[in-house]
């Protein structure tokens, strides 16, 4: 099991490179975003995956002139989007190549399938295609690479206005890099595709299963943007809500607590993770705004209980915690109720209830140490000191090997994204049987 | 819609372990006694030789009779609890297997040592004993991997320490702070509270006030090391071992005191210039 906990925070910084061969460029682009085979890391994807930052950052300035162009051409009203400048000022046989090139494909496609494929395309290479440095080794970055052994924080700052991730592991920073531009052009591409996101099944698919991916994968710093472009287009969809609670709610961790922290002393870098107590709200606002979305969202009740149990609302929470357990209908999620159930139980002084509780989840999950560990606390506090020994020393008979051990608790803030996978195939399949989504 | 918004609520942390009326803790067959372990130096070194008549213990603000000043008479259960998060690797890891070889080459024949590592899995490597071979090989096996639960590993070291009579030093060594617990800290340290074991916490690196390890270390009558590099663990180890050998043990039988709550203890040595460091109190009844 993996639990280095991977805390991407993020930075302002700027760039600048000189912008290069953007014709060729922008027909590379279009090509792959036909040919692009979703869910692979194929040709096309390694090809614009390899583009560095630079040639990203102009690319973005000549797809959104390429946008509006397009746009014209169908008689659609024009977008409101930001307009990026390019590096260097765009020649007029470039601006007549680019409006060529977006009339021809206007004629040539079904024009919302296509960004739509780019949104995809874009998307896999931010998923599937390693890194390898290709966004950040651009001529002017290899000046200044990143590099932890040289106090990377204290160099990077310096440098610009846009974004820098920090990577941490148990909490402790490990790297930094410049952010992947991927994410926004595929943003960007899907936006424009759709008249009516809210309607649109493949802005919801996209969105969600993107979301899940981000949070899924610890990469909070591209997750927070992305959700708040996912609910800008679609505010009232359970789904992301719940997504945005969950990420609030693992900000206000202890693990990224200290990632964050690990931060504090950089001058002139500074996180957006909040103090628990911030992170604390905003999780129990989105889970409310889910449930009030959909009242069934059991999952959403869940965690809304644990979040009211760490404000110190412990009968609310129990309440919820209560209210959530018929619905979950799956032994993890009910593993987990019954773990927080015990603990406001014990907060509320209901011994009884609180030992229910954690012997329920310890029957759920016979290899799980945390509610041995519960049951030892409970039984030491009301002063059973044999009872407490008994307790851990159950937890010390379980199997030694961490691959041996079973406990849910340790997967807890990626449970709500456990099916990723799932909501990526159902994201991609459309597009890989030809249909038009 | 932002996920950015601005708040300002207080957080209430859950403390599952809220201090109850509980049974009546007993040190002895017969008698109620109160045990108390005190480390006394002067000019920073342990001042030895002292006497019962030479303490003053006040309980609650009431004097108290010292029945015994026990020193380096009393075997030592000395339990290792060793950090084996991600963090801890390669120079580090070598660094603390070695640290904790030359401790267990410090006891003496007839103490105890235990084995406790943790990542955000809890782990007895070796159980109280005195073959300390046993816990030699325990250290050599354990490997570094995921997050660090200290909360939990505390707690566990705590309550180690407690299956058994004897006098428990819990020495902590984390590299960081707690990512995985389950346990919450403000419960454990509500345990730590009531226990007799003194817990002695070694961290690489600077921990803030509040820190849980640093909170662990003063409620139980310890002291936190902070490392600046694990180069230096040996001998901060052996160092607190023989700091502990030099502490006594105090023992009396509560006179004029309610019998349960918190009792605010002071430990004051008739000897000027004297330094006493001592357990803040301890509830009755647990």
């Not at chain 1, 692979?40 to 390694?46: G, H, L």
């Not at chain 2, 662990?216 to 694990?230: D, F, N, Q």
């Not at chain 2, 006179?255 to 008739?270: A, I, P, Q």
Request: with cysteine; charged share 25%.
């Amino acid at each position: 099991m993996h639990l280095g906990l991977i805390a991407a925070l993020v930075f302002s910084v700027s760039i600048q490179t000189p912008a290069d061969e953007p014709i060729a460029r922008m027909s590379d682009w279009m090509a792959a975003v036909e040919r692009h085979k979703p869910g692979t890391a194929d040709a096309p994807a390694r090809l614009i995956g390899a583009w560095s930052r630079a040639e990203l950052r102009d690319f973005q300035s000549d797809l959104t002139f390429l946008l509006g162009v397009v746009e014209a051409v169908n008689g659609l009203p024009p977008r409101k989007r930001p307009m990026l400048r390019p590096s260097r000022p765009r020649p007029r046989p470039v601006v007549s190549a680019i409006r060529g090139l977006a009339k021809e494909l206007a004629q040539r496609c079904d024009w919302n399938q296509f960004l739509k494929r780019a949104a995809l395309l874009h998307a896999d290479i931010a998923m599937l295609v390693p890194l390898e440095r290709s966004s950040v080794q651009t001529p002017s970055l290899q000046a200044d690479p990143p590099s932890p052994q040289a106090d990377p924080l204290r160099r990077r700052r310096a440098s610009s206005s846009g974004r820098i991730i920090v990577e941490t592991e148990d909490g402790v920073a490990l790297d930094i890099e410049y952010g992947t531009l991927h994410w926004d052009i595929g943003r960007t591409t899907l936006e424009s595709a759709a008249r009516d996101p809210a309607r649109d099944e493949t802005v919801q698919a996209w969105y969600r299963a993107t979301t899940a991916y981000l949070e899924n994968e610890e990469q909070f710093a591209y997750a927070v943007p992305h959700l708040n472009a996912g609910l800008h287009l679609l505010p009232g969809d359970a789904r992301l809500l719940f997504y945005a609670g969950a990420l609030h709610e693992a900000f206000a961790s202890p693990s990224v607590q200290a990632a964050s922290r690990a931060l504090e002393s950089r001058p002139n870098l500074k996180s957006e993770v909040g103090s628990v107590e911030a992170e604390l709200e905003l999780a129990e606002r989105f889970f409310r705004q889910t449930l009030a979305a959909d009242p069934r969202f059991a999952e959403a009740r869940l965690r809304l209980g644990r979040v009211l149990g760490l404000r110190g609302r412990h009968e609310e929470a129990a309440n919820e915690l209560r209210r959530s357990i018929p619905q979950l209908g799956d032994t993890q999620l009910v593993y987990y109720a019954e773990l927080f159930l015990g603990h406001e139980e014990a907060a509320l002084r209901r011994r009884d209830g609180a030992r229910e509780h954690f012997e329920r989840a310890a029957t759920l999950y016979p290899r799980a140490q945390s509610p041995r560990l519960a049951l030892g606390l409970l039984a030491r506090a009301y002063g059973d000191r044999p009872g407490a020994v008994r307790s851990v020393k159950e937890v010390f008979a379980l199997p030694p090997q961490e691959d041996e051990r079973e406990d849910p608790w340790w997967e807890y803030h990626k449970a709500h994204v456990r099916n990723t996978d799932a909501l990526l195939d159902e994201l991609r399949l459309p597009f890989l049987k030809g249909s038009k989504p | 819609m932002n996920l950015r918004a601005p708040v300002g609520l207080a957080l209430l942390l859950a403390a599952s372990g809220d201090p109850i009326e509980a049974q009546r803790a007993t040190f002895s067959a017969k008698t109620e006694a109160v045990r108390v372990d005190v480390l006394v130096t002067d000019n920073g070194r342990p001042l030895l030789g002292l006497m019962p008549a030479d303490f003053e213990l006040l309980d609650n603000g009431v004097a108290q009779q010292i029945d015994h000043a026990s020193f380096e008479q009393i075997p030592l259960n000395v339990i290792l609890t060793l950090d084996m998060s991600d963090s801890v690797a390669g120079e580090r890891l070598d660094d603390l297997r070695s640290a904790g070889r030359s401790l267990l080459g410090a006891l003496k024949k007839d103490e105890h040592a235990a084995l406790i590592t943790f990542s955000h899995v809890v782990t007895l490597g070796s159980e109280l004993t005195t073959d300390f071979d046993r816990v030699r090989a325990g250290i050599e096996a354990a490997e570094p991997t995921g997050g660090t639960g200290l909360v939990d590993a505390s707690f566990a070291s705590i309550m180690l320490g407690e299956s058994d009579v004897e006098r428990s030093l819990v020495l902590v060594f984390s590299d960081g702070l707690d990512t995985a617990s389950w346990l919450a800290p403000d419960a454990v340290l509500d345990v730590a509270r009531r226990s007799d074991a003194v817990v002695y916490g070694i961290t690489a690196g600077r921990l803030r006030r509040g820190d849980f390890l640093r909170d662990l270390s003063e409620l139980t009558g310890g002291r936190l090391y902070e490392v600046e590099s694990t180069a230096d663990l040996g001998p901060v180890f052996v160092g607190v071992l023989e700091e502990f050998r030099h502490r006594y043990l105090l023992s009396y039988s509560p006179n004029g005191v309610s019998k349960d709550g918190w009792h605010r203890l002071e430990v004051r040595v008739k000897r000027r210039g004297a330094t006493v460091k001592a357990r803040p109190g301890y509830l009755a009844g647990s």
